[in-house]
T-cell receptor
Framework: DAGVTQSPTHLIKTRGQQVTLRCSPKSGHDTVSWYQQALGQGPQFIFQYYEEEERQRGNFPDRFSGHQFPNYSSELNVNALWLGDSALYLC????????????FGPGTRLLVL | QKEVEQDPGPLSVPEGAIVSLNCTYSNSAFQYFMWYRQYSRKGPELLMYTYSSGNKEDGRFTAQVDKSSKYISLFIRDSQPSDSATYLCAMSLNAGNNRKLIWGLGTSLAVNP
């Protein structure tokens, strides 16, 4: 049973560029949540997708957008990258939005220069 | 005041010691309480979750929730060097689909052989 997978594992971009991160949920899960984790910090909730719609959103600007596909996989897009966007981006999957049983992928480490 | 407070440590203990990790929170509406373990450069791994107050035991790990004090704990018995990681507490509301996780900063634990 494959767990949550994310791609790419590492990414280097420059300020002003755009980036797309991808996530495939654990088998049987239909909900994907995205988190940003800065070094030495706990994860910060970005948004959650269920039934191909954004259901909840954290305190992140509109530069952060996402999408969920019919197969439940998801993308996170960040436009106009800032230096402060450098972080580990985590995807978590769950069933029907269940927050108490979210399973995390290994993350994508983004560095903005 | 942050919604969830967690001492970042670092905490260093000898192998075989009992480890106590704690979080306090301010929102009395939290119902689900989780502990995650995160190894360096990896995504968080769900260790324990508890609904409402009480204790839950799983092998060497025991989770306690005291809602009256807004205080949760994770105990690790017979700690092993492989337990060296960052331990994050997380919690969520029980309000329909509002299951986004609110996280502590994480406590860094080193178990020395």
């Amino acid at each position: 049973d494959a767990g949550v997978t994310q791609s790419p594992t590492h990414l280097i971009k420059t300020r002003g560029q755009q980036v797309t991160l991808r996530c495939s949920p654990k088998s049987g899960h239909d909900t994907v949540s995205w988190y940003q984790q800065a070094l030495g910090q706990g994860p910060q909730f970005i948004f959650q997708y269920y039934e191909e719609e954004e259901r909840q959103r954290g305190n992140f600007p509109d530069r952060f957008s996402g999408h969920q596909f019919p197969n439940y996989s998801s993308e996170l897009n960040v436009n106009a990258l800032w230096l402060g966007d450098s972080a580990l981006y985590l995807c978590a999957s769950s069933f029907k939005g269940g927050g108490e049983t979210q399973y995390f992928g290994p993350g994508t480490r983004l560095l903005v220069l | 005041q942050k919604e969830v407070e967690q001492d970042p440590g670092p905490l260093s203990v000898p192998e075989g010691a009992i480890v106590s990790l704690n979080c306090t929170y301010s929102n009395s509406a939290f119902q689900y309480f989780m502990w995650y373990r995160q190894y360096s450069r990896k995504g968080p791994e769900l260790l324990m979750y508890t609904y409402s107050s009480g204790n839950k035991e799983d092998g060497r790990f025991t989770a306690q929730v005291d809602k009256s004090s807004k205080y949760i704990s994770l105990f690790i018995r017979d700690s092993q060097p492989s337990d060296s990681a960052t331990y994050l507490c997380a919690m969520s509301l029980n309000a329909g689909n509002n299951r986004k996780l609110i996280w502590g900063l994480g406590t860094s634990l080193a178990v020395n052989p």
